[in-house]
């Protein structure tokens, strides 16, 4: 965008950018546009087209799953383990990322901002996740990098919190979650352990 003619150094457009996200939320879809109206007021195609291709390049490239999550999800799907999506991305983002991965046949059902209006931790986006999976809050389980976002809001629902260290880019130091993880794999032994406690409830061996 700078070689385009965006007209302002690298270090002022990452910070215009940071403060339109701060302000509009992390999934907001259109901060080049909101940052070309802001130098300009008007929107620059030369400047956004340039924008977004870098943009998706990048995004293209970054976009790879963590270690082990194909093994973890076909192992999870072999359990009869139905999985949901909750995301605070719009629709067509969500599930553009899940089918580059090649993730899109594997989710029972993907909740985002769209099917509800509201973002994370409002508890709206969880329970619509758990009526469309038609399961309870104690049988289920929520996996998250976010601890602020992911942990809190499943867990005003009643939900079983997993922290996904492995994702975390906030530098998390209390998740306040049940389980912790450092590796995705880890999931299947929490799922055990807590199928344990359950059956030891309900006084089954």
């Not at 942990?151 to 049940?178: C, L, N, P, W």
Request: charged letters at 25%; a negative charge.
């Amino acid at each position: 965008m700078i070689d385009a003619g965006l007209g302002l150094t690298s270090v002022e457009a990452e910070a215009r950018i940071d403060a339109i996200y701060k302000e509009r939320g992390i999934e907001f879809q259109n901060v080049f546009d909101q940052l070309l109206y802001d130098v300009f007021q008007k929107v620059n195609y030369k400047i956004l087209s340039a924008g977004v291709l870098a943009y998706r390049r990048a995004r293209e490239a970054a976009l790879v799953p963590y270690p082990h999550v194909n093994m973890t999800l076909v192992a999870l799907l072999k359990r009869g383990i139905r999985l949901a999506v909750v995301s605070d991305a719009p629709g067509r983002e969500a599930w553009l990322r899940l089918c580059y991965l090649n993730f899109h046949h594997l989710f029972d059902c993907v909740v985002t901002f769209e099917d509800t209006g509201e973002r994370k931790p409002s508890p709206s986006p969880f329970l619509r996740a758990l009526q469309e999976l038609d399961v309870k809050p104690a049988e289920s389980l929520m996996v998250g990098d976010w601890a602020e976002r992911d942990m809190v809001g499943a867990a005003q629902v009643g939900i079983t919190t997993v922290f996904a260290r492995y994702g975390d880019t906030f530098g998390t130091v209390e998740s306040h979650a049940k389980y912790e993880l450092n590796d995705v794999s880890e999931l299947l032994d929490v799922i055990d352990r807590e199928n344990t406690v359950h059956q030891a409830a309900a006084g089954r061996p």
